[in-house]
């Protein structure tokens, strides 16, 4: 298996929207693969789930899932970073959920912060492979706080506040049960701190087209069918 780096990340969801794949199409699918995850680590609907999203393309993540599992019947609430300023993909997904009444509320709000004392599982969608140093202000009391709750915690992509490149941790960061890994491991899975950090390992295939992995690195795409279920357990 190949492990990439922040760069190399960058570089394939470049190559990928360049060619037409959209970055919401590709979130579509990030979250559409937590309902198998749910699975895997039988969570069930009696359980509430807070997703606690930043505003770049991970929130978008996180906001897709919180789509999904609502389809599915879990008890779903979002907690947003900020109300402005989302990327335009991220965006995207909470006008949906805006449509659908999922409850959104505001970290910074006493509310926000009630809900992710008190909720059973946590998807952290805060912040991906574009941190730049320890996460600050509002993420680092996020983070914090999520830290010190007793939820179930799943990070998308790799736990916020770790390096995907490097593997450093920064202080803080989360401290994952599991991880949903989008498209390529990243780098920080080799490294003993950030593994540490990630707990269960999963995989997933996010629709980019084999050839385009071939550029950043060849013969470096998982071979995703060749698993029966949908996620790869690294
Ligand atoms: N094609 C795609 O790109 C694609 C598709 C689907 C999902 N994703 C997901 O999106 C992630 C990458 O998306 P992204 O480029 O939007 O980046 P991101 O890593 O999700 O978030 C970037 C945001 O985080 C803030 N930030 C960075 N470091 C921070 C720190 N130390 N403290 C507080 N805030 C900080 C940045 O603010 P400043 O600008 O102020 O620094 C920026 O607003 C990936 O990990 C992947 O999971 C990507």
Known sequence: MYYATEKQMERLDNLATKNGLEIK???????????SLFSQ???????????????????????SAARHLTNRGHRVSVVLMRSS???????????????????VYIFSSSVGKKKIKNT?????????YHLKGAPRGLFKEAIEMIN???????????????????GKCYD???????????????????????KKKSGKVYLADIGIPIFLY???KKGSRPKFEAYTHSLIRL
């Open 25 to 35: 199409q590709m979130m579509e699918l990030a979250g559409w693969h937590i309902i």
């Open 120 to 128: 059973d599982v946590i998807i952290d969608s805060l912040l991906g």
């Open 41 to 63: 680590l039988r969570i069930t609907k009696a359980k509430k789930v807070c997703v606690v999203s930043g505003v770049g393309n991970k929130g978008g993540d996180g906001l």
């Open 148 to 166: 010190a709750s007793k939820a179930k915690v799943i990070a998308y992509d790799l736990p916020s506040g770790v390096s995907a490149s490097t």
């Open 85 to 103: 300023k989302l990327s335009p993909d991220a965006s995207h997904h909470l006008k949906l959920l805006n449509k659908m009444n999922v409850p």
């Open 172 to 194: 803080p960061c989360i401290r994952a049960d599991a991880t949903l890994s989008l498209a390529l491991p990243k780098r920080a899975f080799r490294v003993a701190a950030g």
């Open 214 to 216: 071939d550029k950043i």
